[in-house]
Nanobody
Framework: QVQLVESGGGLVQAGGSLRLSCTAA?????????MGWYRQAPGKQRELVAF???????TYVDSVKGRFTISRDNTKNTLYLLMSSLKPEDTAVYYC?????????????WGQGTQVTVSS
């Protein structure tokens, strides 16, 4: 089992920056195939924001390209999301996700979420 704990959310003005962290309070992120950030705004479905693979490939949804940077530090058991040039439409609860294993051994874990609010 991997317990993920997010932090770093808060209230920021448009154009500002925040850095989210996702730390494995138990277990390890070392064996993760992918780790990613999702977000869910009120009344909307949860959407993928960015993810990184064990080979350090990164992928971003078009709406955050050039503004957000995902990174992973296995030595600190932590995933990060640096968010810059924030917009009001980035307001959402942000969730950390980890996938490991394959086939019937695959597992997926979620954090509890951290609120990001961007004021105009």
């Amino acid at each position: 089992q991997v317990q993920l704990v997010e932090s770093g959310g808060g209230l920021v003005q448009a154009g500002g920056s925040l850095r989210l962290s996702c730390t494995a309070a138990s277990g390890s992120i070392f064996s993760a195939n992918t780790m990613g950030w999702y977000r869910q705004a009120p009344g909307k479905q949860r959407e993928l924001v960015a993810f990184t693979t064990s080979g350090s490939t990164t992928t971003y949804v078009d709406s955050v390209k050039g503004r957000f940077t995902i990174s992973r530090d296995n030595t600190k058991n932590t995933l990060y999301l640096l968010m810059s040039s924030l917009k009001p439409e980035d307001t959402a609860v942000y969730y950390c996700n980890l996938k490991q294993g394959s086939g019937f051994m695959s597992q997926e874990f979620w954090g509890q979420g951290t609120q990001v609010t961007v004021s105009s």
